[in-house]
């Protein structure tokens, strides 16, 4: 079965979508959390308001949360030098309106999420997981499986891109067009295509159940149903993914419980939601993204694979929430904002929360160490060489993810949560 890291042969992350750490996991007993609350240090922070004097961080039990702005200049502004107290200024100057007001000072708790805090109970909660670029979706997600956002000017030509970290040129189905943007860089599943190591990236098409609320998918199919919006899967039209005969490994959502339930997982796995259950602000429900999330993790523990599963759970941006920690500069991109982040594994730690710095280039560097001997999106060794301004998996604040692990416990047993507590 192998060792170590290799006794891992399947890695899914579950890329949801934009939530602040202090949102989700602010009054977390042994988190870095809001100060003043939950029993965390510190003087519960006011933030100034264009129309009252300061407004505090207040429990939300609001299940849809209006949230703000959150492209690359929000995070400045959100983060202010270090003052961490842009967060209102920019919600309403962007014309956001919530209810309760300013619910970018909103937190949930354990009652409003339980399945979320029940995951970081039982497995391993990450409270300085920061965002790899500070900036918006589309980026994150570029890095997510690439480890840059760049705009290129000609196909097949990776010293035609330059850094591009706010906006690439005209993605795929974004303002309006259906033009196919040129990402000529180089992307993980160039290396994990090189040593044979199966991939698939999961999204909505519009085919599955309108509710993917139970292991079984036991709902009504729906021909025109939700579909994950383009800007969350650019993987496809990487250049590396199209030259390399993949394009079919990007695949409609059924095709992973499928695979789970027979326990024919690929090694590596990407899942993005539909805008229903994403949580992304003033699109989805909290407790619809909780109820698809618990859903896709129970599948996953009843697999066969589970054993040798570990499963990354995280949201790609802040969304415009409050968050009270000021997030390190590793490069001109990042880090972004603090997000939640899970991880989940029968060999992962119980209860353990860790605060090393990690960002999204930590879940390729465990894949690299699991899969490719350690081989990094290196322009000097990956033998496709573009123009990045940095190797991330080398930063030295980027954490280890295998320090979440304990490769000598028993496998420990699923923890099968109901879709709708």
């Known amino acids: ?46 933030l100034p308001d264009p129309g009252e004097k300061c407004v505090r961080p207040f429990h939300d039990r609001h299940d849809l949360n209006a949230g703000g702005q959150h492209r690359g200049r929000n995070s400045k502004a959100d983060i202010d030098g270090g003052k961490m107290d842009g967060f209102i200024k920019q919600q309403e100057a962007a014309g956001y309106t919530s209810t309760p007001p300013d619910d970018v000072m909103g937190y949930h708790t354990g009652k409003d999420i339980p399945n979320y805090w029940a995951y970081a109970h039982h497995f391993v909660l990450g409270d300085h997981m920061f965002g790899s670029v500070a900036s918006w979706s589309l980026p994150a997600h570029l890095y997510l499986t690439s480890l ?83 800007i969350w899967y650019p993987i496809k039209w990487f250049d590396t993914v199209r030259d390399d005969h993949q394009t079919n490994d990007v695949q409609s959502l059924n095709h992973l419980f499928t695979a789970a339930n027979s326990g024919t997982l690929p090694a590596v796995s990407w899942v993005v939601p539909s805008k229903t259950v994403s949580e992304h602000n003033g699109m989805g429900l909290v407790s619809a993204g909780q109820t698809y999330v618990t859903g896709l993790i129970n599948t996953l523990m009843r697999s066969p694979d589970w054993k040798s599963t570990a499963i990354f759970l995280a949201w790609d941006d802040w969304g415009g929430f409050y968050e009270n920690v000021d997030p390190p500069k590793v490069d001109g991109d990042g880090y972004g904002l603090r997000v939640p982040s899970l991880v989940i594994s029968p060999y992962a730690k119980r209860g353990y929360v860790d605060h090393q710095v990690l960002s999204f280039d930590a879940y390729a560097k465990f894949i690299e160490d699991d899969f490719l001997g350690g081989a990094r999106l290196n322009p000097k060794t990956d033998g496709r060489p573009d123009p990045r301004p940095d190797v991330r998996e080398k930063k030295p604040a980027l954490g280890d993810l295998v320090k979440d692990f304990n490769f000598n416990q028993s496998p420990r047993k699923p923890l099968i949560l109901p879709v709708h507590p």
């Open 148 to 230: 840059w956002s760049a705009h290129c000017t000609k196909h097949n030509r990776p010293d035609s891109c330059t850094n591009a970290p706010s906006k690439p040129d005209s993605p795929p189905g974004w303002d309006h067009t259906t033009k196919r943007p040129v990402y000529a860089w180089t992307d993980l599943t160039y290396l994990l295509h090189k040593q044979n190591v199966s991939w698939r990236y999961y999204i909505f098409k519009g085919i599955e159940p309108a509710c993917e609320s139970d292991a079984r998918l036991a709902c009504t199919p729906q021909t025109n149903g939700p579909q994950s919006m383009s």
């Open 1 to 46: 079965m192998g060792s170590g890291i290799h006794k891992i042969k399947h890695v899914v992350i579950i890329m949801q979508e934009n939530r602040s750490f202090d949102n989700y996991f602010g009054t977390y007993p042994g988190a870095d959390g809001i100060p003043g609350l939950a029993g965390h240090s510190g003087k519960v922070p006011c």
